[in-house]
């Protein structure tokens, strides 16, 4: 026999390993019993599964043994006799013959069967993960996901960057989400914060002289979930000094591609880029998805002179949906439904006839107005004219979300484009208290050229930071870091950051930097989303081995679940009465 991996002392090879060319070799696989079947009282058919597949073992005799029990089988390797053979089986020409069968588990009747066929309920699944990750799509996705995190490490290890764990008990990080808190024992009444990134370490490792590091990092934020969320997620981490964003998205593309050639075989092109302001007019998102056309068309022109009210605004946005004339009333009035929920006043929609446009609108357009429409984006006859007007920002996130809601295929569904989009801007908004707040984190460098803008016109302002999206999800972001001290507290005071406070929770970082801080950028993204991509799942839950469901919890583990009274006791904490 030839020499192979698997064997160990109970076995000698895998079940899906036994082929043609082992013919009349005795030996014996592990696994756990798929089938049974009965030939009257002297011959049994056992179907054999491990991780790498089903081979059948025929016992003289019966056998005591019921679905998923454990067993060592020992058998010769033997033709299948004709008419026997199973094309579906990869092992379905051969067979183990005179088989012994030593049982190695006995197993209760299980939940649900432990094959493909069998459609389990999310739920059922989840409280037996470890009956549902015995199924081939939990193996193939974890072990994808292993290829996946080995193939990133390599690259990243080939590109100079070295891997440096940071700490899971920390202090407050700035990413801006709910952060998990962890009660400390020996110093009772003060708290760990379970990082939401290694954001705060892997700069303070450049201060330190890494240069290149790198970290498969475990992230927590106190978030509700989402189908490309959960409490926990890894992101390939990655920092670097002496470096611009161009290096960055070098670095970074080297390893994702890496990864989705060994998943599909095939290298993908090399990543574009667009700036946020392209997206946000093109697709009214900035996590467009490229696999679709359907881009958004500027009306403003047309319509500045309006006489109709509902299209007096700043922004007039259409977009065309091609054969969407076809669409029932009821699809109409969900979509302008979801048009209001995101914060329209309305929606417009015509379609384009032979006759001209049929719309409740359209005897109140002028002949301007009514051309704009009819050609826009080239329409034809059949297609569908949707049409929002409001201020520039929610007229484009409208139409962008409608454009999805429209056209947008399951995530996982090929072709993969995979986009940057830069130049994001340095502010998000202001808050209650009239602050400034930042769109990525406080550390993130402006753009050079519009620092004079901080103080006049702060929205305007852009950054250095980067997102990377692949089909409308957003697989990470990065940025230039700030290590300029002035520019730093120029920053932090226009967020509403006293120095005091900057001190109180930046402190180590602003302290750090004191000593020699390298210019540095890096980036960082979602493992579990690209994975679940590249496996063909919607879902990351089904990259996951032990996710947590939408509502947070484990249905497995019970968890969250109460402590003990002593452990209460040890950190002294007091429940209040729910709520
Ligand atoms: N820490 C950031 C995040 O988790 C990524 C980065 O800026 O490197 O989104």
Redesign the pocket.
Known sequence: MTENLEATSMRDLLCGGVDLTMIGERLSVCGWVAKRREHGEHLAFLDVRDHSGIVQAVVDGSVDVRSEYVVRVTGTVSLRPEGTLNDRLATGEVELTDCVVEILSSAEPVPFQIDERTEVDEQVRLKYRYLDVRRERMQRNLRLRARINSTLRRAMERQGFCEVETPLLWAP?P?GAREFVVPSRLHPGEFYVLP????IA?QLLMVGGFDRYFQIAR?LRDEDLRADRQFEFT?L???ASFVSQEDIFAFVAEAVLDAAEAVTGERPGAIATMTWAEALARFGTDKPDLRFAMELQDLSESFAATEVKAFAAPTVKGLRVPGGGEFTRSRLDALTDQAKALGAKGLAWFRVTADGLDSPLARFLNDEETHAVRSLDDAQVGDLVLVVADEYALASKVLGALRLTIGAPPVSEGPHRYVWITEFPLFEGVDEDGNLVSA??PF?MPHLDDLDLIDSDPLRVRSQ?YDLVLNGWEL????V?IHRADIQSRIFSALGISEEEAQNRFGFLLGAFKFGAPPHA???FGIDRLVAILAGEDNIREVIAFPKTQSGTDLMTSAPKDITERQRRELRLRTLPKA
């Open positions: 990080t990413e939401q990134s290694p954001q892997k992230c992101q981490d990655v920092e990525h984190h993130t930071s990470g972001s990065g940025s870091r890096g980036f960082a």
